[in-house]
């Protein structure tokens, strides 16, 4: 080994003897040759960061903020049930100016089977139900909302709805996992991180999946274009895609506002995703101008200043990254569009339509139903310091929230003034959970990434079930867009035939054991429905078994009919 070393010393130091003999001119001119350059590159560096005062597209620019920091707002939030109550006060005098009547507070048992999926994605158990319908204590629904928020299941439910949002299903995805941005979310909604800082994160990630989840989000929307249009629907809550090719035909929104946004991404460089195939990695980082065979740059571009949307164009730093400073601008208190984004699309989330429609077009010509709700709920948002977990225990904790879905009278018709609470269609991922939570684990185990190709496609049958029933981008949780393919999905999967043929029975008869005919048919229904039977549903049920030969299979039968009602897989 020393032999070797030594002989490749010498190979080392003749070829360098060798390179310098060729390029050799003079004792100095190596020196005078690197000075040259060295000030050919600070000088090409202090341009590049200072935009020529002449070019006429920095005609109006400001400097960029030199001190950009990670969020760090300040929480000041109200007591949960003044939130609660301001939001009551609000929508009770939009109905009693329509003379509209609202509905009566829901039931013990509606209200826990909703605010259960709401929060967590699943139902409650039997056990839970029966313990929350029999609890006499006043506070009780308060107490449910602080459990559920504190339940595991909560993070996962919060990750499904925001992997949906920030990973969209597109081809070019097929080598990019997106299991680790959904642990990444999971974590942070677990840990009550602020959304400000969630936000910044999403938007400013560099490195890779694997050591930093919240990368994957630029990943899958590789493309100026692309991250530009979920940046500003999915943190300013506006559709500034149209101005991509000419001026918004129907908003304030121009050309120049568009790409002046996206200038911010223009850095952003993403790794060839097809290195995953073959188990390599991903990688996402800011240090130099974008690669554009692989993050591709539309021909529709323009070369315009940067700017923030609605706001100032800045000169930029080339020699620093872009995202943190659009990133810091878009998260603070101030902005106007950032909490209000995120109040409207929570709204939806729990009240079944936003107070804009759609969800992600905000603007001048798309008024609020209830402006003056909006502005008190973000600018009490900004002030808790973008808490999310305090604004979801306001709006759970309103009367307007746990009202019953019953209309009553004339507010039949209401759709928009939240007179009653909206019935909303189970997501694929609160259909599957709250299925497997009554029957038990069935079919084939969830899967990790493959070594190769398809890695972004869905990885096992939670997956493959969800995708098969999710809706459109902008669907609200009251559009029923499942058909009769989803419903002989959810009849004739492995999964449910798995399920009809042995799990059914096994759980019938592990619930109605050693028990009346009558009060295996209350467990039934609450294991499924939240709520124990009707006077009738007990006495057709009841008449059904003791007709049957086979008990077991008899209450199979029953526990598989409910299992396959509408009100299974709708929220109430």
């Not at 010498?10 to 060295?38: I, M």
């Not at 005609?59 to 903020?65: E, G, I, L, R, T």
């Not at 692309?226 to 050309?255: E, R, Y």
């Not at 730093?317 to 995120?342: E, G, Q």
């Amino acid at each position: 080994m020393n032999l070797r070393k030594t002989l490749a010393a010498v190979v080392l130091g003749l070829a360098t003897a060798v390179l310098a003999s060729e390029t050799s001119v003079g004792a100095d001119e190596p020196t005078k040759a690197a000075k040259k350059k060295a000030l050919k590159q600070k000088l090409a560096a202090k341009q590049a960061a200072e935009p020529a005062k002449d070019d006429p597209k920095y005609a109006d620019a400001k400097p960029a903020p030199t001190d950009i920091k990670p969020p760090a707002a300040p929480s000041h939030p109200m007591p949960t049930t003044a939130l609660a109550s301001l939001i009551d006060r609000s929508i009770d005098q939009r109905l009693a100016s329509a003379e509209i009547k609202p509905s009566p507070d829901s039931s013990d048992a509606e209200f826990l089977r909703r605010v259960s999926l709401d929060i967590t994605g699943v139902i409650p158990t039997a056990e839970k139900a029966a313990a929350f319908l029999g609890d006499r204590s006043p506070d009780k629904r308060a107490r449910l909302i602080d459990e559920l928020l504190q339940n595991a299941n909560y993070g996962r439910h919060m990750a499904d709805i925001w992997t949906t949002l920030t990973y969209p299903i597109d081809s070019d995805n097929r080598f990019i996992s997106k299991a680790p941005l959904h642990e990444w979310l999971q974590d942070k909604f677990n840990a009550n991180m602020h959304w400000d800082a969630m936000a910044y994160e999403l938007i400013t990630a560099t490195g890779d999946a694997d050591k930093n989840g919240a990368t994957v989000y630029a990943m899958s929307n590789r493309g100026v274009d692309k991250m530009t249009d979920s940046v500003g629907k999915l943190f300013l809550g506006v559709q500034i895609q149209c101005a991509q090719c000419h001026n918004h035909p129907f908003t304030h929104w121009k050309q120049a506002e568009y790409w002046g946004l996206a200038q911010f991404f223009y850095k952003v460089n993403v790794s060839n995703p097809r290195a995953a195939k073959d188990g390599g990695t991903i990688t996402v980082s800011e240090d130099g101008r974008i690669n554009r065979k692989i993050n591709p740059v539309p021909e529709s571009a323009k070369d315009v200043a940067p700017k923030l949307l609605g706001g100032d164009m800045l000169k930029l730093d080339s020699s620093k990254p872009y995202r943190p400073v659009l990133a810091s601008w878009i998260c603070s208190p101030s902005n106007p569009y950032f909490a209000k984004a995120f109040v409207n699309r929570l709204w939806a989330q729990f009240m079944g339509r936003g107070l804009v429609n759609p969800v992600d077009d905000l603007s001048v010509e798309n008024e609020p139903t209830h402006p003056d709700l909006l502005a008190a709920l973000a600018k009490e948002f900004a002030e808790s310091g973008f808490d999310v977990k305090h604004l979801i225990r306001g709006i759970t904790g309103s009367k307007t929230y746990q009202r019953t879905s019953k209309p009553v009278g004339d507010n039949r018709d209401d759709r928009t003034l939240y007179s009653h609470q909206a019935i909303k269609v189970l997501s694929g991922e609160q259909l599957f959970d709250s299925l497997i939570s009554v029957i038990g684990p069935v079919g084939g185990k969830d899967v990790g990434p493959r070594k190769n190709g398809q890695k972004g496609g869905p990885q096992g049958p939670r997956d493959q079930f969800a995708q098969f029933f999710q809706g459109g981008d902008n669907a609200l949780p009251t559009t029923y867009e499942a058909g009769i393919p989803q419903a002989l999905r959810l009849m004739n999967s492995p999964i449910m035939a798995a399920a009809r043929l042995t799990n059914v029975a096994n759980k019938a008869a592990e619930v109605t054991r050693g028990t009346t005919t009558e009060k295996a048919i209350e467990k039934l229904y609450l294991t499924t429905l939240s709520r124990r039977p009707t006077a009738d549903e007990t006495k057709k049920m009841t008449e059904f078994v003791r007709k049957q030969q086979d008990p077991k299979a008899a209450y199979g039968d029953v526990l598989w009919v409910l299992l396959n009602s509408s009100e299974f897989a709708l929220n109430r």
